[in-house]
């Protein structure tokens, strides 16, 4: 078993940062990639950005890039979003996911989720 959990979420203006966490725990040594998605009221769950575990290759939509930036502790199969530029339209529940085959920006190759955390930046 793999759990996945999120922090971090809050409430911010627009211009502020916010620092998301996300821990997996249980049988993580399987995890190669862990990502980032986000959802808003009405949306399609959207991809964020991802890092592989071991080598630490990023990727981002092209809607943070500059903005956003993530991380790992490959050893505590923990991540980080340090979210930078914060917009209202980055507001939404961010869903933090755990991949055993890639770090990608398709929903399907993750194969453990968070419950979400709420991500609201005020104008």
């Known amino acids: 078993q793999v759990q996945v959990v999120e922090s971090g979420g809050g409430l911010v203006q627009a211009g502020g940062s916010l620092r998301l966490s996300c821990a997996a725990s249980?049988?993580?040594?399987?995890?190669?990639?862990m990502g980032w998605f986000r959802q808003a009221p009405g949306k399609e769950r959207e991809f964020v950005a991802a890092?592989?575990?071991?080598?630490?290759?990023?990727y981002y939509v092209d809607a943070v890039k500059d903005r956003f930036t993530i991380s790992r502790d490959s050893a505590k199969a923990t991540n980080y979003l340090q979210m930078n530029s914060l917009k209202p339209e980055d507001t939404a529940v961010y869903y933090c996911?755990?991949?055993?085959?890639?770090?990608?920006?398709?929903?399907?190759?993750?194969?453990?989720w968070g419950q979400g955390t709420q991500v609201t930046v005020s104008s």
């Open positions: 249980g049988r993580t040594f399987t995890i190669y990639a």
């Open positions: 890092i592989s575990m071991g080598g630490g290759a990023e």
């Open positions: 996911a755990a991949s055993n085959s890639i770090a990608t920006d398709k929903i399907a190759l993750y194969d453990y």
